[in-house]
């Protein structure tokens, strides 16, 4: 089984519509990342976690909120879809400092029309 | 943030071809890791190389931090090689802390021909 799970894999929906994205893993990390792939660029970090309690925004945060419900799983929502949110988004965990390897997810491709 | 630019952007070879792609970054880094983007969207963790060189068949890579760049190397190339490869560098805060997120670059694109 895979250690970072996303669901679902596939999304299309509608410009307003409210979206959540879902990612588990079970890797037992503290650490926890969102990012946003646009076709032709790399991938930019949405949100960020270090542990249950902590949220951090990225540098393209606007439009998006997240929660952390466990260690285990962390969430991304669009309050209300717009297509330039159209994009192939990936959850993310790391090893603890000092190492801080990242471990990605398959992504979720979202499409908002 | 740590501007990572990769080269070249984008690499057409023939079965059996060796290649090096390029990354270089502008600042101290605490952790550098390559991946491989499979035509599938899926991200393939190749190597975590913030120093030193590595080999893994017939991948391979070198980081001299000193100078801030890395190398990833392909020989034999074979078609399953093609998809996007990126390097990601996470950069040191305050005092060598770590930042714990990565920047990425915007990849060097692979198309191996049989």
């Known amino acids: 089984d895979a250690d970072v799970t996303q669901t679902p894999r596939n999304r299309i929906t509608k410009t307003g519509k409210r979206i959540m994205l879902e990612c588990s893993q079970t890797?037992?990390?503290?650490?926890m990342y969102w990012y946003r792939q646009d076709p032709g660029l790399g991938l930019r970090l949405i949100y960020y976690?270090?542990?249950?309690?902590?949220?951090n925004k990225g540098e393209i945060s606007d439009g998006y909120s997240v929660s952390r419900q466990a260690q285990a799983k962390f969430s991304l929502s669009l309050e209300s879809a717009i297509p330039n949110q159209t994009a192939l988004y990936f959850c993310a965990t790391s090893d603890p400092p000092p190492s801080d390897e990242q471990y990605f997810g398959p992504g979720t491709r979202l499409t908002v029309t | 943030g740590i501007q990572v630019e990769q080269s070249p952007p984008d690499l057409i070879l023939q079965e059996g071809a060796n290649s090096t792609l390029r990354c270089n970054f502008s600042?101290?880094?605490?952790?550098l890791q390559w991946f491989h983007q499979n035509p599938w969207g899926q991200l393939i963790n190749l190597f975590y190389i913030p120093s030193g060189t590595k080999q893994n068949g017939r991948l391979s890579a070198t980081t001299v931090a000193t100078e801030r760049y890395s190398l990833l190397y392909i020989s034999s190339s074979q078609t399953t090689d093609s998809g996007v490869y990126f390097c990601a560098v996470e950069g040191l805060g305050d005092r060598g802390s770590t930042l714990g997120r990565l920047y990425f670059g915007r990849g060097t694109q692979l198309t191996v021909w049989p």
């Open positions: 976690s270090f542990d249950v309690k902590d949220i």
């Open positions: 890797k037992g990390h503290d650490r």
């Open positions: 600042d101290s880094v605490n952790n």
